[in-house]
């Protein structure tokens, strides 16, 4: 009789603790411990503990004791770092990416546990992929922490004032739990920063919060939402509420008023963006019943149309009991996966199932320079007090004892040692890479270094020369090229007439194509003759 096999998708909460619920089971019934195979596939072999990751920004919590190696926290599971590419619910199997192999890997199941979660939409906001740094992975918040220091080494040395205020400017999008604690962590990091930087000062730096709904932490009672937004103002912290993102590029953030539809635009290096987020693009792809994109499961945590299918965690519409669905929170997650595995095992073993039933307990959220709010059992808090019942709750939830003992002497080191302000250069910027430009932005201008070549992949753009227009280009065509051919300065300004999307190359693998590939630079200067014929300019000056 073969073995039958519990697939589980997904390396968060819901899904790592499904796993580790359901090994922890399995020692108690050896026989069906050895009927039975379980399999986790995950994209990380840890697991992130997110609601500490603002912390990783800050420093006041180093980075690897925010994350616990999935094989201690579910010993015995078999793990795939992978990428889930689809899933066939008819045919009952699961395709994953290729690992160092260039081959798919395809697993069948008996049961298949979604817990995938969900993600940043970058669809919705143009711009939002090529420039905005999301905030959900470890990863996120290395990439940030490391951008804001290198904003701050610009600016102390940026001679222009316009583009100074542009760099020490940071933009969060999200006024929810993510978006809250990121910028009231960013802001209490930056002002103890800049104490190493003497041309900055605290007054130097704008932070910036956008909420598309009424009011911040609209998860929270209103009278600990309020206490939080009088509290961050009183920072020096603007909240702009009743304001959606709309747009994003390299140097502006352009927001939309949702009941005036009247645009502003912010101008920024930095825009941290936690909204808005999407289900996985995989369940999307299935026949799962779904409510708003999420997997529809009973109060058992089973599929309501396709038996043997399980889900929880974001990506489930999990009723609560008590007259909703449950919220996208770690504590729901946790609970649904001990009821999970509890069921999934009850279907093998046949033995009954429960239901899920499930309150909350309280819900926490960090302001940064050691305050913070809280609604624990129906009982609300705010300041120090609520700061350190954060702390305290958070370090007792973090899995695994060494993760707790190295978190809460971070926290020790914290009150005596200044934070660290170095930057590590983990985040390698793609050679090829994704850009957008807003209506009027300009691409570089007339004098500047020529280190990149650009595809336009929509959009309008136009080419002034000396201060006159002498054309425009568009989808389809290639700008820049001549100050690459010719290794000088641009001799043109480009910028978009309309919102514009283009895919961009450095100068050096540029370079690399043009003396490696047969017929490239033949194939580049005949371009650039073309370009020079359409806009009717005789000598090759004009760099487009």
């Not at 199997?93 to 395809?106: D, I, W």
């Not at 289900?279 to 708003?292: F, N, Q, S």
């Not at 307990?361 to 624990?376: D, H, Y």
Request: hydrophobic share 40%; aromatic share 8%.
């Amino acid at each position: 009789m073969e073995k039958q096999r519990i697939v589980i998708l997904g390396g968060g909460f819901g899904g790592v603790y499904t796993a580790s619920e359901l090994m922890r089971r399995l020692t108690r019934y050896h026989k069906a411990k050895a009927d039975l195979e379980v399999i986790l596939v995950s994209e990380e072999n840890y697991i992130t503990f997110q609601p500490l990751l603002s912390e990783v920004v800050s420093g006041a919590v180093e980075q690897l004791h925010v994350i616990s190696p999935i094989r201690r926290i579910a010993p015995g599971v078999q793990l795939y770092v992978r990428r889930v590419e689809k899933i066939d619910v008819e045919n009952k199997t699961v395709q994953l990416a290729p690992g160092l192999t260039p081959r798919s890997e395809t697993i069948s199941y008996d049961h298949l546990v979604i817990a995938l979660g969900n993600q940043l939409a970058h669809h919705m906001v143009p711009g939002l992929y090529e420039h905005a740094i999301p905030f959900k992975y470890l990863g996120d918040a290395l990439r940030l922490r490391n951008h804001i220091v290198q904003m701050l080494e610009e600016a102390s040395v940026c001679q222009d004032p316009e583009e100074r205020k542009r760099l020490l400017t940071f933009t969060v999008a999200g006024g929810g739990f993510s978006g809250v604690e990121c910028i009231a962590e960013m802001d209490d990091f930056l002002k103890k920063a800049v104490r190493a930087f003497p041309n900055i000062g605290p007054g130097d730096l704008r932070m910036v919060l956008i909420q598309s709904a009424d009011r911040i932490l609209p998860e929270m009672k209103e009278n600990l939402a309020s206490y939080a937004d009088k509290l961050l103002r009183k920072r020096g912290i603007e909240i702009l509420i009743g304001q959606r993102l709309h747009e994003v590029s390299a140097d502006r953030a352009i927001m939309l008023d949702k009941q005036t539809k009247v645009e502003q635009t912010i101008m920024t290096r930095t825009v941290v963006a936690t909204v808005p987020v999407e289900p996985h693009p995989v369940i999307l792809d299935t026949p799962l019943e779904k409510e708003k994109g999420r997997v529809l499961v009973s109060d058992e945590m089973e599929s309501t149309s396709h038996p043997g299918v399980w889900s929880l965690g974001d990506c489930a519409a999990v009723p609560s009991g008590e007259g909703y669905f449950s919220p996208p929170t770690a504590q729901y997650a946790v609970r649904q996966a001990t009821l999970c595995a509890e069921n999934i095992l009850g279907t093998v073993l046949g033995k009954p199932r429960r239901q899920f039933k499930f309150a909350g307990l309280g819900k926490l959220a960090s302001l940064g320079a050691r305050s913070a709010v809280a609604e624990v059992f129906g009982f609300t808090f705010s300041g120090f007090f609520a700061w350190v019942m954060w702390r305290a709750i958070y370090v007792g939830k973090m899995p695994g004892l060494d993760r707790k003992v190295r978190v809460f002497i971070d926290w020790l080191k914290d009150f005596f040692l200044p934070r660290d302000i170095t930057q590590l250069n983990v985040h390698n910027e793609q050679n090829v890479r994704r850009e957008h430009l807003a209506a009027g932005q300009t691409l570089f201008h007339q004098g500047d270094f020529g280190d990149r070549l650009y595809f336009v992949v929509s959009g309008k753009l136009e080419i002034e020369l000396d201060g006159k227009i002498v054309g425009t280009t568009g989808e389809g065509d290639v700008i820049g090229e001549l100050a690459l051919l010719s290794h000088i300065a641009r001799t043109a300004t480009v910028r978009a007439v309309d919102p514009t999307d283009l895919v961009s190359l450095p100068k050096d693998a540029f370079d690399s194509i043009i003396k490696y590939v047969p017929g490239a630079a033949d194939a580049m200067a005949e371009i650039h003759q073309e370009r020079l014929k359409k806009l009717q300019i005789e000598q090759p000056t004009a760099d487009s």
